[in-house]
């Protein structure tokens, strides 16, 4: 005769058992789901940044990048905030607190400015890589190299005694 004790032994040996094959189930019922993201490792996508390379201006003129830039904050048209690049390759912020800028180069027609931040829980050093879309003495437009197509930074330049 079988003890009841043995019937549950067994009962919970098979339920061990199955959520192995629930896992699998599992697995392809996320596959299935459009709610549940999946990689498709066999689509191929373009080669953003040099699509966005070809966009870019062919020649910059570095000697009008040297000057105060500024755009207004998101969300706050009447605060203006920017950069201030010096013609010996320092960066400022311009009314940026935790942004801190220190320096800048021009690379054919790619911007690169070092930064770190301050006051924030991840304060470090940063380098930003922007491509140089537009630029002549009164406006400077940027491609941030690691941003969405079609995003853009806009900024004026600010004449001194403003």
């Given at each position: 005769?079988i ?7 067994l ?30 490792t ?6 953003t ?54 320096k ?18 991840n ?8 491509l ?6 009164t406006?400077?437009v ?21």
């Open positions: 005769m003890k009841p004790g043995m019937i549950a032994g009962a919970l040996i098979l339920a061990a058992c199955q959520p192995k094959q629930q896992a699998a189930n599992d697995s392809d019922s996320a596959r299935n789901n459009s709610l549940v993201p999946s990689l498709d066999g689509t191929q996508f373009p080669d940044l040099k699509a966005q390379a070809d966009t870019a201006m062919a020649e910059v003129d570095a000697t009008l990048l040297p000057g105060k830039w500024i755009q207004p904050v998101p969300g706050i048209d009447s605060i203006l905030q920017g950069i201030e690049l010096r013609k010996n390759g320092k960066a400022v912020s311009v009314n940026m607190h935790t942004l801190l800028y220190d800048w180069e021009l690379s054919h027609d790619t911007l690169i400015l070092w930064s770190h931040a301050e006051g924030v829980e304060a470090g050093p940063a380098i930003d890589t922007m140089v879309r537009a630029l002549n003495d406006a400077l940027l491609f941030p190299i690691n941003a969405a197509a079609g995003y853009l930074e806009r900024f004026t330049r600010q004449r001194k005694g403003k």
